[in-house]
């Protein structure tokens, strides 16, 4: 939940142990600067008290009444206060001099940090500070005036003085407290305080004119001095409300572009001194199942809910770390001071195990959860929007991997800069005559029991003319999730069925498998693609068949089930790749029309070493049996693979074992000089 003023007040009053130093020296200087600068006219102050008039003692006992009720502003790098103060002792500094003026203050200092429970040292601190600009107010407005009464603008420039020193000897103690970049410390609450304290201020002349004639009127300026107190208090509440989650009380996503800046701008200066924890991390949290609370339960028991998560957020994250809410069940958190990535992803497990207790509202225990994706900077990015667009891949990676907490990772970035400009290489090779190196490679299948072969899977290969080599999965992982994958794959079918073509018109009938995505089939488009380019080469549609991998399938089978069927009727056959790693179940193995399934090649490699693997082999193949589907089992690399799939009855193998990926001209000159091994060796 947001910080209440207590808490706030007791993050003020602290200062972190690396800063300690510095920031005592400051404290020091200010107040030793002060002491020089206010001596002489504190040390004059018993003849000044003289000839005091009733005027004084009544503008002093306003001062030190008006700060039992200081007027406390929200937010880390405000002021802390505006104090009513300022405008009965700039009066009296006017009438009475520099040591009057800050003997008063002093006083008055002294009431409102017993009421703002300030430390010690802060309330010396912030005497130091009023001694300070009173003094140089004081200086200017004598060099402008003289012994003859000040005029405004000698008023108004000392004023503007004195606000200009308190200002600036407090954002940098901020600034030296807290660290971050000093500009924007300066600039945050400026124009807000500047009109409050600066209207406080300019009162000062006016009381001290009105002193002089009738004192007991300055009573009359109680009700004008509330509606400033109150204007002030509106402005800073407004501002509150500005960075905040009207939901949570946490900060919100401006609160966070805020804090991610200036942190960003205080850990680099770390880096720069050397300092090891120069690392923050950004963690975006998004809850699992909140859209299932708020359908069954109402949107009210769901606001709750959330209120509840930022509470234990807010409990959890340690002192000076951020957490907000971007909206919906969106959370983030600023863990700052880092060692290691490594830190934050233990955070990370920490909000993820206190999220997996259940919250209870109305004696109902709600189950919810959460993804959470780190970015760490600088090793992430060097900005807001840099870190918390890797956050939120890192989270989706942890989404869609079933795991609760994930590491920001490039390999997993779809929108990554190389992966933008491997994606465009890749669309404009597409649109040239060569396709810019882009070929199919052709691996056969063979039936274990004969040696034939009676199919090959088209491979795909990608021989970039600056960047090399680009393995097949980089290359789908860039074109999947972008309108370039179906353009991919009218290439690539269209490539495959010429082949065909080729090859029969040479006396080699095969079969050819063809990879597609499951977002290729999310239409009916590929249907009439297909059909046309086997009417166009008089290739027959059983010598074609679509491999889709069982992960991506089973992820949406209804979506692509019509498809699916129309190609069944085509003639086209189907085929499930990877199987045993997508979790399918039997009524969609029964109601999907199959040609064949795959094993994947990572039981068929292991299934020599592990028990485990060849019983699952041996199970998938007796299952497809019992289903009427074919089984082609992947990476068959050695004999010792090759003869347990024969003896588990499996019927057609493909893997090095029999022949890596060749090209079309290879692969007809390896089948021309190669004898294969079979059941009978």
Known sequence: MAATPQALQAHRNRVPAERRRNFGVYVIAITVAAAAITLRDLIALP????????GFWLLAGLAVAGDALPVTLPGRWNTSAIYPSICFTFAIMIDSGLGAAVVVQGLAVAVASLRLRHALWRAMFNLGQYALAFGFAY???QLLSGDVPPGLLALAVSAATWFTVKYLTTATAIWLRD????????????ANEALSTGALLMLGPVIAAQTEVAPALVLALILPLLAVRRLSIITAEQRHLANIDTLTGLANRKALIGEVSATVAGHAQRAVQGDPRSRFGLLLLDLDRFKHVNDSLGHEVGDRLLIAVGDRLDRLVRPGDLVARLGGDEFAVVAKRLD?????RELAEQIEQALSAPVVLDGLPLDVGASIGIAVYPDHGTNFATLLRHADVAMYTAKHDGDAVAVYNPDADQNSPQRLSLLADLRTMLGQPDRGGLRLFYQPQVEITTGEVVAVEA?????????????PDELIRVAEPSSVMRLLTRWVIEEAVTQLAKWSAAGLQVRMAVNVSVRDLHT???????????????????RLQLEITESALMADPHRVLATLTRLQLLGVGIALDDFGTGYSSLQHLRRLPLSEVKIDRSFVMAMADDPDDLVIVRSIIELAGALGLRVVAEGVEDER?????????CEVAQGWFYARPLPPDELADWLARTTLPARSA
């Open 340 to 344: 290691s990535p490594e830190q934050a």
């Open 459 to 471: 491979l795909l290969r990608w021989q970039h003319p600056t960047r090399g080599p680009v393995s």
């Open 524 to 542: 009916g488009a590929i249907v009439e693609q297909i059909e046309e380019l086997l009417q166009r080469y008089g290739v027959e549609p059983y």
């Open 179 to 190: 660290g971050g970049a000093l500009l924007p410390i300066i600039m945050g609450p400026l």
């Open 641 to 649: 693979a090759w003869r347990l799939l024969q003896s588990a009855g």
């Open 47 to 54: 003849s000044v008290l003289e000839h005091v008039t009733l």
């Open 139 to 141: 200086a200017v407005l």
